[in-house]
Nanobody
Framework: QVQLVESGGGLVQAGGSLRLSCAAS????????MGWYRQAPGKQRELVAR???????NYADSVKGRFTISRDNAKNMVYLQMNSLKPEDTAVYYC?????????WGQGTQVTVSS
């Protein structure tokens, strides 16, 4: 079992920055992927960014060049640095981990970008 706890969400003006953090309850070194998803009201949950065990990353087209995902295996942490935020980035952001083909989710953290 893996528990994930997100932090760092909040209210920010357009053009601003936020850094989301995800703390895992166990060592993440062997996790297949860790990533961030988001869900806006009335929309489906979508992938924002993920980092794979070898270190490669994937980003949604809408956030490329603005968001950066990173992981710190020693601290069991995953981060999402979000720059140049836009109102359309407003959503609940969820941390995700895949371990032995099982998906684990955090409780989510709200990010609101005002125009």
């Amino acid at each position: 079992q893996v528990q994930l706890v997100e932090s760092g969400g909040g209210l920010v003006q357009a053009g601003g920055s936020l850094r989301l953090s995800c703390a895992a309850s166990r060592n993440i070194f062997s996790f297949t992927t860790m990533g961030w998803y988001r869900q806006a009201p009335g929309k489906q949950r979508e992938l924002v960014a993920r980092i794979i065990i070898g270190g490669s990353t994937n980003y949604a087209d809408s956030v490329k060049g603005r968001f950066t995902i990173s992981r710190d295996n020693a601290k069991n942490m995953v981060y999402l640095q979000m720059n140049s935020l836009k109102p359309e980035d407003t959503a609940v952001y969820y941390c995700n981990a895949v371990h032995w083909a099982v998906d684990y989710w955090g409780q989510g953290t709200q990010v609101t970008v005002s125009s």
